[in-house]
């Protein structure tokens, strides 16, 4: 397996007294990009271990939604409601039923 070193960064996590001192990762064809914060699997990380980064962007795209949600309030579309399980051997699924965009023609 090869690493692309060109989109490999590296975070440091520790207090900053104790990690500002370290040299960056260094190999034979390139040095590696050092950044305070990265996003991991979902998770905003922070060299700090703080939570304000991954709560940040929680309420920006929470923000953004309920937003979008009322706007298609505001437009008369009308809520979305879930429509009964249907079975398919041993799995359960929910459908969910979208109103027609047609009907919403003026």
Not at 14 to 43: D, M, Y
Not at 86 to 98: D, E, K, P, T
Request: glycine fraction near 4%; charged fraction near 20%; include cysteine.
């Amino acid at each position: 397996m090869e690493v692309n070193l060109s989109k490999t960064k590296e975070i440091v996590m520790g207090p900053p007294s104790k990690i500002r001192h370290l040299p960056p990762l260094q190999f034979p064809t390139a040095q590696t990009e050092r950044v305070n914060s990265v996003k991991l699997l979902g998770i905003n990380l922070n060299s700090d271990f703080s939570w304000k980064s991954h709560v940040e962007a929680i309420t920006s795209k929470a923000t953004q939604r309920i937003y979008f949600l009322k706007q298609l309030r505001r437009a008369g579309v009308p809520p979305i409601q879930p429509a009964p399980f249907l079975h398919w051997g041993n799995q359960a699924c929910v459908g969910i039923r979208y109103p027609s965009l047609e009907s919403l023609a003026v």
